[in-house]
């Protein structure tokens, strides 16, 4: 300020001087007027220049060339522009990255204004409600979900419990679930969330109905065994007739028994880490130990009647088999199941037949095909189900508990081997495991390396 004093002061003393020597009282009055004009122009020209590079909105560009106190004036007004541009861009960044974490976000997110008009929507939430951000957005939420339900939820006054819709593109028989809450913030308007819950429901059930299938299951032999007790300590029973009644209490109860074993085995499987591929298992020995107990099996059901006809690879064809990398007894427990319902399903009399197959690729595939009665096409997307039976009364004579393909399917998945049914209805059944090429050893290999199998 004092510089600029005495700029003024310093002109209107040379305009004075320069009038005096012209036209003396008068002109040095008159030149030191004019020498303030002089000063006062060139002073609003530095200042219109610098408010023109104010209005441009560019603090990138060259600073007009300034002297004094206006240039100092225009470097700190643009330090101050460009302070203000950092900030507004560490601004805008941070909102860019809030965006994108709400766009990975799995739930939708939708922001609504005081009057239920949609600011901005993540992908998942166009996925669940049908909406188009750029087209939707402004629009009223009420008019772009017409559910009855949600409508009733968004004009209610208590947001707490939210609602369950039907997602998009649900049908009966593949229905799609999403749970929808509503949460104020700012100055009235509201935070949308929505979440696709199928899964969680479908679990639920699946849990609901595991828990009635066991207690069934169990309820029915412990129903028998208690009868048969009660028989046995109030009846007067001759030996024979008490010798039946206990093999029938040991059949409930070994009934029981498979159950509970068969419980242990899927909760050990799925509890369990998956099998590494350094330990590896003779395919000859779980294609024996399978033989052995078809066989037994078989003589226990026909009990002198036509016996079953099973083939099984012949011992050079199961030397040849080699090995594959996994858990044993998962393996030995997922092929025994199959080949066991095999024998189970099919009359006396039928045929089953157990092969070991090379594929294309390097791959294997265990096979069994049974002379059953086949399975119907509705049945066979839920076969490997828990508890799912296609003939509830032929499982139970045949002591079935009805977990035995899951526990098959279970080991597949785990092997990274593939179960697979084919089967038409009075015509049998075959049910076979791929096995991946990863996950073998053929037997030339292991005669390569010295390696017995």
């Not at 004093?5 to 040379?14: R, S």
């Not at 590079?53 to 300034?66: D, K, M």
């Not at 412990?222 to 028989?231: A, K, N, R, S, Y």
Request: glycine share 10%; with cysteine.
């Amino acid at each position: 300020m004092l510089l600029r004093l005495f700029v003024l002061t310093l002109c209107q003393l040379a305009g004075a001087a320069a009038g005096w020597w012209l036209a003396r009282a008068w002109g040095a009055a008159a030149g030191a007027a004019l020498g303030a004009w002089l000063w006062l122009a060139a002073d609003s020209w530095a200042a219109a220049r610098l408010l023109a590079w104010l209005r441009s909105g560019e603090p990138g560009e060259a600073l007009p060339r300034l002297h004094g106190p206006w240039a100092e004036a225009a470097e700190r007004a643009r330090r101050l522009l460009r302070d203000g541009q950092r900030r507004e861009q560490a601004s805008q960044g941070r909102l860019d990255d809030i965006l994108a974490a709400l766009q990975a976000s799995p739930n939708g997110v939708t922001l609504l204004d005081a009057g239920g008009h949609i600011e901005w929507c993540n992908q998942m939430a166009e996925e669940h409600f049908g909406l188009d951000a750029t087209r939707d957005a402004l629009q009223s939420i009420g008019n772009l979900v017409r559910e009855p339900e949600f409508a009733a939820y968004l004009a209610g006054g208590d947001h707490a419990p939210g609602v369950v819709l039907p997602g998009r593109g649900s049908t009966p028989s593949r229905p799609v679930r999403i749970a929808v809450h509503l949460h104020p913030y700012g100055d009235g308007r509201r935070l949308l969330l929505s979440r696709d819950i199928t899964q969680l429901e479908q679990a639920e059930a699946m849990r609901r109905d595991f828990v009635a299938n066991v207690s069934h299951e169990i309820r029915t032999p412990l129903t028998v065994l208690i009868g048969f007790v009660e028989t046995l300590q109030t009846l007067p029973l001759s030996a024979a007739e008490r010798d039946r009644y206990l093999g029938l209490m040991a059949r409930q109860g070994e009934r029981m028994q498979r159950l509970v074993q068969d419980l242990l085995t899927l909760s050990r499987l799925e509890g369990s880490p998956l099998p590494g591929r350094q330990d590896w298992v003779s395919v000859r020995e779980l294609l024996r130990h399978c033989h052995d107990e078809a066989r037994a099996l078989s003589a226990a059901l026909t009990q002198g009647a036509r016996a079953h006809h099973i083939a099984f690879p012949d011992a050079a064809q199961a030397e040849a088999a080699g090995q594959v990398a996994g858990s044993a007894g998962e393996l030995q427990s997922a092929l025994t199941n199959l080949v066991n319902n095999a024998v189970r399903y099919t009359p006396a009399g039928g045929s089953i037949t157990v092969c070991w197959e090379a594929q294309p690729g390097g791959g294997a595939r265990f096979c069994v095909t049974d002379s059953g009665p086949g399975i119907a096409p509705e049945h066979l997307a839920r076969i490997t189900e828990r508890f799912y039976r296609v003939d509830r009364s032929r499982s139970r004579d045949t002591g079935g508990t009805g977990l035995g393909l899951a526990i098959v399917k279970h080991v597949a998945q785990r092997h990274g081997a593939v179960l697979r049914v084919a089967s038409l209805l009075g015509e049998g059944a075959t049910f076979s495991i791929e096995f991946p090429a990863a996950r073998l050893r053929a037997a030339r290999e292991l005669s390569a390396a010295g390696t017995a199998p």
